[in-house]
């Protein structure tokens, strides 16, 4: 008969499995306050930081990934974390700081498949830099009155639509979440891309389609 799951472990993968980010957390924390030499231990302050990171608190975020580094010397989760202090940095607007981290990455731990994903991001800011310097150079460039965007999910929860935001920032995609009142309830809507035609839209819809099986609709902007 198979024995029975350790409790630091059952509050583990009770948190892995719950939908709703509040509740996870309060798993996490939980086992951190009962077993905090747990082996589960590091990993839950890591999802703990990374759901700061969802609800849009990047510098409390950013500041919970160094102290696991600090905490958990050890921990199998250096490189994520340092990838994520990258994001925390990034979406805060600090880019120096998160090519940083990027560059740490992919220098620490060369052969992981999270350094080829920090090198794609490393990229991603220096053509954002530069895309930067020549605007400011160039005159402004009037925009068509409608643009449109390919919209790849729609939320109740905005710690939903914020993971799904930053998955396609990781795959270099440009994402904007929205927000849409309906019922008198707030709807997170995440759109990728911008386009000047439907069609465009339309054909970046269906290969996100085909390489990540996920259902779109062409919205305007």
Known sequence: MKGAEQPDKLLFLKGLLSTDGDTASAYYEKLLKLYPESQYSDDAYFRLSQLKYAQGLYKTAQKMFTRLLIKYPHSSLRQECHYWIGLCYQA???????????????KDFPATELSQIARKDLNSLSSSLSRKQNTEREPPISKPKTLYAVQVGAFTYQANALFRKSFFEREGYQVKLRTKIRNGKALYLVWVGSFSTMEEAKKLGEKLKKHYGIQYTVVSE
């Open 92 to 106: 805060a607007g600090q880019t120096d700081s998160a090519a940083f981290q990027f560059q740490k990455v992919v």
